[in-house]
């Protein structure tokens, strides 16, 4: 694995750092005062077993089990039992961006010196990212409290030299890999499986990467609807930098002011135009933009703070010899924070749509539907459905997943976050955004060729690079591949601009 940045555990992360560490770019230092705060803490949880306390998850059953006792030759097993049964995860796999994170959130919150584990847990875990060893975990079976149980079981498996793992693109069982890379299986001491699968990873990690992918969504989003606007003649008026100043809300001021510099030298932005309004998907950009945008300024902070947390249960305070189980490890914050960025990711996809269908109605000195010859052609019309069928799938994943609870372990576990569910169903509509983006892409393009307006350079040199890669069309053509070229296209390539790392100035 190629590594280019060296990050302290101990430090405070950018999104833009997170992104190096989701990418497999990052290498992570230790401080030796960390390894001895985790040393100090698991001595102080042993000393506590040594006397014979009773501990939740220590030498206890787990969740309604908690009153039952569990003698000491067996308290080893147990943690090993813990992971083995909680490993009941279905459904398609977590994207491997998305399992580095899991590894080095979980490593950061057991570095804090508050779970009891051993030092050597830690390294077990980040050995398996320094190797790009990429443990399989199904995406459904969390509730998104007492900790995303399932994913981190089947994170955790791997260590055990148990579970499945993916290396350089191979299946291979845990025990192999290990064996492979001439790593040992660990075996789990007190507290330790517990430690592993209760925290909010598997959710934090999702969120981490929906706010690394939501800049550069919301770069596109004023750079397309920048392209859909000279190809509609679209007016600046709406841009004017007076307008949004009276409004005082931080991302329009934001939307506007970068669609400006997008736009500066196009002939066509200026405000006279013999329309003398255009439809709200162009006019109101910068307001409905600019609301996404301070959406997901407020959520980065809650997961940047949320990777710098204790999440799992109980906690262990050296101090004060103090072992208290609480819920550090319910997901409501960032359940309620995803379900509200859900709905701003869609709003980026809706207004998309719009702009889309703005272009196809012959409007504007454009033919019907973008067709060289409409009616023999269809152009872009099924497009425009396509995408459609997107934004309604989006609207439907918007149903909030914080509102619906449900009860679990007989009653001991009556009020879960289903934070998870909003995770993922964040990175589904984060996707299917992506896609709209593309066919607004291919409509844009279209709308300037055909109209034969100016571009600005940049833009004009951004479709050079495009058609290169995609010629343009006498006729209709498959645009399902095109589509995906598309998308390709403006996932991989990349943008100079380094204002795009923060959603506003």
Not at 146 to 153: F, N, V
Not at 293 to 308: C, K, M, R, Y
Not at 482 to 494: C, H, M, N, P, S
């Amino acid at each position: 694995m190629k590594n280019s940045i060296e990050l302290n555990i101990q430090s405070k992360w950018s999104i833009s750092e997170w992104e190096n560490v989701a990418n497999g770019e990052a290498t992570i230092l230790f401080p030796k005062e960390i390894e001895e705060a985790v040393e100090e803490n698991r001595r102080s949880l042993e000393n506590r077993i040594k006397q014979g306390d009773i501990l939740y998850g220590v030498n206890t059953g787990f969740g309604s089990l908690c009153t039952t006792e569990v003698s000491n030759s067996e308290l080893k097993q147990l943690q090993i039992n813990l992971v083995r049964s909680h490993a009941a995860g279905t459904g398609t796999n977590v994207e491997a961006e998305i399992v580095r994170l899991m590894l080095i959130t979980k490593i950061r919150a057991l570095s804090k010196g508050y779970s009891g584990v051993r030092w050597i847990l830690i390294e077990s875990l980040y050995n398996l990212y320094c190797h790009d060893v990429i443990p399989i975990v199904p995406k459904m079976g969390s509730l998104g409290a007492s900790g995303d149980l399932a994913p981190l079981a089947h994170l955790s498996l791997v260590l055990m030299g148990e579970g499945m793992a993916l290396y350089n693109g191979e299946t291979y069982k845990g025990k192999d890999i290990l064996k492979k890379l001439n790593l040992k299986p660990l075996e789990l001491m007190e507290k330790e499986g517990l430690a592993l699968i209760n925290g909010t990873q598997f959710m934090l990690s999702h969120g981490l990467w929906a706010c690394i992918q939501t800049r550069y969504v919301s770069y596109w989003a004023d750079w397309i609807s920048s392209m859909s606007m000279i190809g509609y003649d679209a007016s600046s008026a709406p841009f004017d930098k007076r307008i949004q100043i009276i409004r005082n809300q931080p991302g329009q001021i934001f939307v506007a002011d970068r669609i400006r510099d997008f736009l500066s030298s196009a002939p066509s932005f200026k405000m006279e135009k013999e329309h003398v309004q255009d439809p709200y998907s162009f006019r109101c950009i910068p307001q409905v933009h600019g609301a996404s945008n301070d959406v997901w300024v407020h959520i980065s902070e809650v997961f940047l703070n949320e990777a710098d947390a204790v999440t799992d249960n109980p906690t262990v305070f050296s101090k004060e010899n103090d072992i208290i189980s609480a819920g550090n490890f319910h997901g409501q914050k960032l359940a309620l924070a995803l379900d509200y960025g859900k709905m701003a990711l869609a709003e980026w996809g809706s207004i998309s749509e719009r702009r889309i269908n703005q272009l196809t109605l012959g409007k504007r000195g454009l033919p019907p539907f973008l067709a060289n010859k409409p009616g023999v052609e269809s152009g872009i019309m099924i497009l425009q459905y396509s995408a459609a069928s997107l934004v309604s799938r989006n609207k439907q994943r918007t149903v909030p997943s914080s509102t619906d609870s449900i009860d679990s372990s007989a009653g001991q576990e009556d009020h879960v976050s289903m934070g998870a569910n909003a995770a993922t169903d964040a990175i589904d509509i984060l996707d299917r955004v992506w896609t709209i983006f593309s066919m607004e892409w291919i409509s844009a393009i279209r709308s300037i060729e055909m109209s034969g307006r100016i571009c600005p350079e940049a833009i004009a040199d951004l479709i050079k690079s495009y058609r290169n890669i995609y010629p343009s069309s006498q006729g209709d053509n498959v645009l399902a591949e095109e589509i995906q070229v598309a998308e390709k296209f403006l996932r991989t390539i990349i943008i100079e601009d380094k204002a795009f790392l923060d959603f506003k100035k």
